[in-house]
Structure formats: structure tokens, C-alpha cells
């Protein structure tokens, strides 16, 4: 079964990046801590990292995100979402208008101009079609921004929320629940590394 998954990192405070946030600066002033879980090793982090792009059948992300990601000092071939795995899923970018042009050309990018609920349906179209041709249940990961992911919660369209919570306080940045509204949560797992404290929950 095809789940529509948030999956973000933040900070104790609640915020997915530092200030002045954008190309060249993706994390924020004081924002490269926040994805010290990912790069530290750890093998428990690394788990979680590996089971999360394995299950990938297709990632959404806004726009401002894409910027950071296709900036020249952004994603490479040996970093960014599924840089060590077999293989990379289709990315789905919710913007107002598509980019003129794209350095990363060789992942497969869909630019939806309509929305995020369209964003939805067109990324469950694409993991489903995945899981069929792998005979394995891949899900629709929201990966980012904040302000993607905080509205897709609070409008209902998310089934599972997975926070990375990093023990950073930042004071300062982009927050994850601006405006928020009220959702109860099921808290299904807790890990706890040196690094981060990975929380999955279903949203009701």
C-alpha cells in the first residue's frame, strides 16, 4: 500500500533551517548541524536513512527547496536523496512556474504548477506504478521544505509524519508548524542516536 509520507529533519525548537535560508546557504546560518545524523556514521541513523529511500517510490518537494538542491553547489552524484542506492526515484516540484533551465538533468523531474494536492496524485500515480513493476510497497515521500510539509500536514494530506529531531536549538529560521492547525497524532516508533531522535507518527 502506497503511503503519502512527510519525512523532515528539525531542530529542538522546531525549525527546519536557520535564517537567510537559500542557494548556497540550504541550511541556513547555523543550519549545518541539523543533518549531522545523516553524514555521523551512526548506525542506527543509517538504518533509518537507507529503509526511508528504499521505500521512495516517488519524492515531493517545493520549490524554494529545488533551488538549494540544483544550485551548482547543491546535489552531486555522491550526495544528495539516493546517492548510494540502486537507484533514484521521480521527483515532483510544486512551483508557480518551472525553472528555464536544469543542472541536475539526468534525475527525472516533474514540475506541477497546480498544486500540491495535484503534486500528490500525479507522485501516487508514479509509486504505485513502481511498487507493481517491484513487487515491493513504495510510498510518496515529502521531503521539503518546511512550509510544504507543515501545510500538507495540517491540510490532512499526509498519512505518516517523520521528524528527525536534531539537538540543535536555533532560535531562529525556517519553522516547521507556521500556522498550523490542530492534528492528533499516533506515535508509532522513537529512536534515539547521539545524533537525532527519530519520531514516526500517524496523522489522523
Known amino acids: ?16 533551517t536557520g535564517p537567510n535560508a537559500g542557494p548556497g546557504n540550504g541550511l541556513g546560518d547555523g543550519g549545518e548541524p541539523l543533518h549531522r545524523w545523516v553524514f555521523a556514521g551512526d548506525p ?7 529503509e526511508g529511500t528504499e521505500r521512495s517510490g516517488a519524492v ?3 520549490r524554494s527547496l529545488f533551488d538549494v538542491i540544483d544550485a551548482p553547489d547543491g546535489w552531486r552524484d555522491d550526495l544528495g536523496y539516493g546517492a548510494h542506492e540502486a537507484g533514484r526515484p521521480p521527483f515532483f516540484v510544486v512551483t508557480g512556474t518551472p525553472p528555464a533551465a536544469v543542472r541536475l538533468s ?18 501516487r500515480t508514479a509509486a504505485e506504478e513502481a511498487s507493481a513493476a517491484t513487487g515491493r510497497d513504495l510510498d510518496v ?12 500536514v495540517s491540510a490532512g494530506l499526509v498519512d505518516t509524519l517523520g521528524l528527525h529531531i536534531s539537538p ?6 525556517t519553522p ?3 500556522d498550523a492547525v490542530r492534528r492528533e497524532l499516533v506515535q508509532r516508533s522513537v529512536v534515539v542516536t547521539p545524533y537525532a531522535t527519530h519520531v514516526l507518527y500517524d496523522v489522523r
Open 1 to 16: 500500500m502506497t503511503r503519502i509520507v512527510a519525512d523532515i529533519t528539525m531542530s529542538l525548537d522546531g525549525f527546519v
Open 176 to 178: 516547521l508548524f507556521a
Open 60 to 62: 515531493i518537494m517545493g
Open 106 to 123: 539526468g534525475l527525472d523531474w516533474t514540475f506541477v504548477t497546480t498544486g500540491l494536492e495535484d503534486a500528490i496524485d500525479q507522485a
Open 168 to 173: 540543535l536549538i536555533l532560535g531562529d529560521g
Open 44 to 50: 542506527e541513523d543509517d538504518r533509518i536513512l537507507k
Open 141 to 152: 515521500v515529502l521531503m521539503g521544505g518546511g512550509a510544504l510539509v507543515g501545510s500538507a
